[in-house]
């Protein structure tokens, strides 16, 4: 057979993780850019690298037609999506192999299966994996009123096409149900393009748990242990661990079950991710699976051994897997370091990377993407590194991931690296006792700057940022700080009206970021309730649903679909 010839469909940190390993496999790595991109690692260290379009994703790295054809150029025998992007779109998985082309990843049929969300409940059920009480179909209005009664407030309702958290909706009391209703069908069709929506009990002071499961093409399934990603802050991970510290072997030898049946049940294939939630009384129900290769992937590697993205390719090539003697030793902890502010609301702070270093030393790894005068661009997600620690238990663990935090060297983009320290030591995180709302609610108490996350920035940051320089002075070491009109500034801060505030009262919901519209769900004249999405706008986190910061009725829409905005842009007047 020739040599395989592997084109990564994506960008970032985990582009560059794929093309490692295809690297150390002897084989071809194609790197695809768009125009923001040019200058990225990914493309420098890919062996060819094909330009598929604009910075904006759905004309580049969304879009099928572009990378198919950049295959076709580059003579790709194999695609790998990544995650994010066409990852999970069965389309795509389906228009590769159409090509010609292997696609690295699970079956088109599983994907769209798994992309079901209620149809994937179906089959949990099916196979005795247990499920959150709700609805095994989709529901009407009429239908979910009853629904509701019958499995108990409070309940969620979820997009049946969606996933990851993305227009769900939190009911308590029953008056509250159509309202939450019409705003989940609003959101499920402005997002997925699906409207379908079905019914949950929520389930309250959870851990969140993943089993990874990998399956080959001749009906061999394994379970590589399970990760911890209770650490979120509106849906976005910040920790990830495993072992799981609430999770002890017998109830992971069920999960582990539960995962392997549902894979099989689904007739899957390559690397997947059964997504749970475990209970404060210790039971676990199944949520989704996600039909990927996750940002985690990086924590089951550590404890097992196995580079997950090569096993990934020799699937895809049809050989046989042999994992049943894999044993997980020790711990380890992943954290994703975004360029946000936290203590700006987590506002992204795109712009040129001027200083860096990486930590490093004893089981310490880093997966990144940028380099010292790397530009992080404001068109996608504001992940640009992720820090990756093992040692021989939790609490080692932790304590190595803050030594190499501490080592980690940023200038020139905010990070969210104080943060994380700050997480690292408290109570909560250190007991386990935390839960997937903690963060948010630590948050909202916050005394951060007590667990050493820095204080909150001046209110004018168009004040320069200071340069710090070590001076020697007769032998003797002195800091000093120079502030220089000329060096690169902090982000400009969107003006207050900021959409993402929420205590902030005002008649004009703004832009909080640089980006383009996508779509606008309001229309002048509407009612709208606090929290309602208005519009949706592309920026780093790809798609970001602005919400209304209060109830009121739009009297004005500057703004349309393409439209590029700048922070501070009105979008929606309010009366
Ligand atoms: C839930 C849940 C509690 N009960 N479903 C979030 C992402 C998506 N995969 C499913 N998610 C959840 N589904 C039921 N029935 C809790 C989550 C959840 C979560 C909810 C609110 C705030 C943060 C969360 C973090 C992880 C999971």
């Known amino acids: 057979m020739a040599k395989p010839r592997v084109l990564i469909a994506n960008r970032g940190e985990i582009a560059v993780r794929i093309i490692r390993t295809v690297r150390e496999l002897g084989y071809t790595s194609i790197a695809v850019y768009s125009d923001a991109d040019r200058d990225a690692l990914h493309v420098e260290m890919a062996d060819q690298a094909h330009r598929i379009g604009p910075a904006l994703a759905a004309d580049s790295y969304l879009s099928i037609g572009a990378i198919l054809e950049a295959a076709s150029r580059a003579k790709a025998t194999m695609i790998h999506p990544g995650y994010g992007f066409l990852s999970e779109r069965a389309h795509f998985a389906r228009a590769v192999a159409d090509s010609g082309f292997t696609f690295i990843g699970p079956p088109a049929d599983a994907i769209e299966m798994m992309g079901d969300k209620s149809a994937a409940r179906r089959a949990a059920d ?37 996933g990851g958290g993305k ?25 997925f393009g699906r409207p379908e929506v079905f019914l949950e009990r929520y389930v309250d002071r959870a851990h969140h748990v993943e089993a990874q499961v990998f399956a080959d093409t001749r009906g061999n399934v394994f379970f590589l242990g399970e990760r911890d990603c209770t650490v ?27 995962a392997m049946a549902l ?10 991710t059964v997504e749970c939630i475990l209970d404060e009384d210790g039971s676990f129900y199944f949520l989704e699976m996600n039909t990927r290769l996750q940002v985690e992937h990086t924590v089951t590697e550590m404890v097992t051994g196995l580079d997950l993205v090569a096993l990934q390719i020799r699937v895809a090539l049809g050989e046989k897997l042999e994992l049943e003697d894999v044993s997980p030793t020790g711990h380890a902890i992943e954290c994703r370091i975004n360029a946000e502010d936290p203590a700006r609301n987590f506002l992204p702070g795109p712009g040129r990377i001027s200083a860096y270093r990486e930590p490093s030393g004893p089981f310490v790894r880093v997966d990144s993407a940028v380099r010292a005068g790397k530009e992080i661009p404001a068109d996608y997600d504001s992940m640009f590194a992720k820090v990756i620690v093992s040692a021989e238990n939790r609490s080692r663990a932790i304590a190595r991931m803050d030594r190499a935090l501490s080592e980690f060297q940023v200038e020139g983009v905010p990070t969210t690296i104080p943060l994380h320290r700050w997480v690292l030591g408290t109570r909560a995180f250190g007991k386990s006792t935390h839960s997937t709302t903690w963060l948010e609610k630590a948050l ?15 209110a ?5 940022v200071p340069a710090e320089l070590l001076l020697e002075v007769d032998g003797r070491r002195v800091p000093v700080r120079i502030f220089d009109q000329r060096r ?46 208005v519009c949706i706008l592309e920026a780093m986190k790809m798609e970001n649903a602005i919400p209304a910061p209060r109830e009121g009725v739009v009297t004005e829409i500057p703004v349309e679909a393409g439209q590029n905005v700048q922070p501070g842009d009105t979008l929606v007047e309010l009366d």
């Open 126 to 162: 099916r196979v005795g994996v247990p499920i959150v009480p709700g609805t095994p179909e989709p529901v009407t209005i009429e239908q979910a009123r009853a629904e509701a009664e019958r499995i108990g407030f409070p309940v969620l309702v979820k997009a049946a096409f969606g």
């Open 167 to 191: 227009g769900m909706q939190t009911v308590r009391k029953p008056e509250e149900l159509e309202g939450a209703l019409a705003r989940a069908t609003r959101e499920a069709q402005a997002y």
């Open 232 to 258: 979120q802050r509106r849906h976005q991970k910040l920790i990830e661990e495993t072992p799981s510290p609430v999770v002890d072997a017998e109830l992971r030898a069920r999960i582990g079950e539960a």
């Open 263 to 272: 894979a099989k049940e689904a007739g899957y294939v390559n690397a997947g």
């Open 444 to 458: 909202r108490d916050a005394e951060l700057p007590e667990g050493g996350t820095p204080a909150p920035p001046p």
């Open 460 to 464: 004018d940051t168009r004040q320069p």
């Open 488 to 533: 690169d500034t902090a982000p400009k801060v969107p003006s207050r009206h900021s959409a993402h505030g929420g205590d902030h009262v005002h008649s004009v919901i703004v832009a909080p970021m640089q980006g383009t519209i996508l779509r606008v769900l309001v229309e002048p004249g509407q009612e709208i309730q606090a929290g309602d999405v």
